[in-house]
């Protein structure tokens, strides 16, 4: 479906009252650039450990709008009329800017699964992971496999961070093994764990999307129900999810999650882990490996075991002391 696209030159300060003009005059859906920093409240849960540079704020924003392509002429011209008689209502509020409104083309995009022609099979040492809806390759028939589709959950396995945990899974975990994986996404560190012989996985993460993903996941990979649960909520700070998930029960923990989020999650998960067992971390960027190591080293329940690197990312394995 194709759409007129129409972006008003403003100020940060007037976005507000803008985006509330538009949806008083019916206009669903607006775009937002400006060069202001995201809070740390806002960054809070994302998938983002370096944020893009921005160029310095100077005040100005754009605000886009679109209408179907297909509008009667008429339509279009009598909306665009009362969006700019709302303009110069706005700029007798606050200081608004140019307001000069420029037009273009654009069709959808279908962001969802666009992204997969770029996920292809690839090894990680003697395990291949898969896509779930491409082949095995012939030359790696002989490799165990794992088959992932992550919808719109976090993890297909091909970057660097989750290679780094599947290495150290691949080393530390033995048979029979009971392991909890905080922020688990895909299930694909978990799945890897019950492929590699781990008797039971108990996942975390924020997102609903996970639930799903890696229930779904597991059952491409003959993996059962009952071997694989998947709680949403933060074992941070959410005494249900730390109840349910237990305590002092398991015998590995992983999560590929963000550098600030292991710095917290090191104070709380040494309470879920059996004394002695491993905890495997990464989606560390190697400018951040120095604040991780001494969070660990501050924690007198952690000993650290391993530092590993691949690229710029790092992953840091630690051992919960006896």
């Known amino acids: 479906m194709k759409w007129k696209k129409y972006t008003i030159d403003t100020t940060t300060a007037a976005i507000d009252f803008i985006s509330e003009m538009l949806d008083e005059k019916g ?5 937002i650039v400006d060069n202001v920093p995201l809070t740390e409240s806002e960054t809070k849960g994302m998938f983002i450990d370096i944020l893009p540079e921005l160029p310095p704020d100077d005040g100005s924003a754009k605000v886009s709008f679109y209408l179907d392509y297909e509008m009667p002429e008429e339509e279009k011209a009598a909306t665009l009329e009362q969006v700019r008689e709302g303009l110069e209502e706005v700029a007798l509020f606050v ?7 420029t037009e273009d083309e654009t069709e959808d995009v279908d962001w969802v699964n666009n992204w997969k022609e770029f996920f292809h ?10 896509p779930t809806w491409e082949e095995i390759p012939e030359e790696h028939k002989d490799k165990l496999l794992i088959s992932i589709d992550p919808g719109t959950a976090f993890g297909t396995g091909t970057h660097e961070t989750t290679q780094l945990c599947i ?8 048979p029979g093994m009971k392991v909890l994986d905080v922020g688990t996404g895909s299930g694909i560190l978990g799945i890897t764990a019950l492929k590699l012989g781990a008797s039971e996985v108990v996942g975390t993460d924020l997102d ?13 990979n003959g993996i059962p129900a009952e071997k694989f649960t998947v709680l949403q909520g933060n074992i941070i700070d959410d005494k249900a999810i730390q109840d349910a998930v237990g305590y002092e029960c398991y015998d590995l923990v992983v999560a590929n999650i963000l550098a600030p989020v292991i710095i917290m999650l090191q104070g709380e998960v040494a309470r879920h882990m059996k004394p002695g067992t491993v905890f495997i971390t990464s989606g560390i960027i190697d400018m951040k490996e120095e604040a991780v190591k001494e969070a660990f080293a501050a924690n007198p329940e952690f000993e650290l075991v391993e530092i590993t690197h691949q690229g710029e990312w790092v992953s840091i394995t630690a051992r919960k002391k006896a």
């Open 167 to 174: 290495r150290q899974i691949r080393k530390y975990l033995k």
């Open 95 to 101: 200081e608004a800017g140019p307001l000069t409104i």
């Open 27 to 31: 206009v669903e859906g607006i775009e």
């Open 121 to 130: 099979p690839f090894t990680v040492d003697d395990i291949l992971i898969k």
């Open 208 to 220: 609903e999307c996970a639930v799903t993903a890696a229930a779904e996941n597991a059952e491409v």
